[in-house]
């Protein structure tokens, strides 16, 4: 198979996210977190699950990832990505930096006992909802 016709065949093909594509969100991007509340919701997540609640805007994203195995984007996440981001997500949102020490035994955690989790079956990502206006009842 010829490089062109993978290049053609890897474009039909479900994507999976790759590691470099989970940026580090913004500290303060309100639409971002408000759709994963929203998500969240949706989905019934608790957020951080019997722990204290003191990054529960990174676990609500996490437990997002753990039920659909997908992103906001619907991009496919594996368990370990899922894990690192909540990882950064933490660093990120703290003071500490890459140094917070609950972002690393968090994850560590999760490394170890996070599988049963994952194992689930993944449930399907809520539809987004989009700018796109609907029309009236006088309209068609």
Known sequence: MGLRKWW???KTLPRKVQDWELRDPPRESAPYW????????????DGCTGVPDFY????????????THRTLDGLRI???QADMRLRRVIQTLSSL????PMSWWRWAALRLIGWKAWRR???PLPKLETTTPKPGPNES
């Open 97 to 100: 930096g890459r140094m917070s």
């Open 121 to 123: 079956n993944p449930l």
């Open 8 to 10: 053609q065949l890897r």
């Open 34 to 45: 408000q759709t994963v509340r929203r998500v969240a919701a949706e989905l019934e997540a």
């Open 78 to 80: 594996n368990r370990r």
């Open 56 to 67: 529960l805007l990174a676990c609500l994203e996490h437990d997002i990832h753990y039920r």
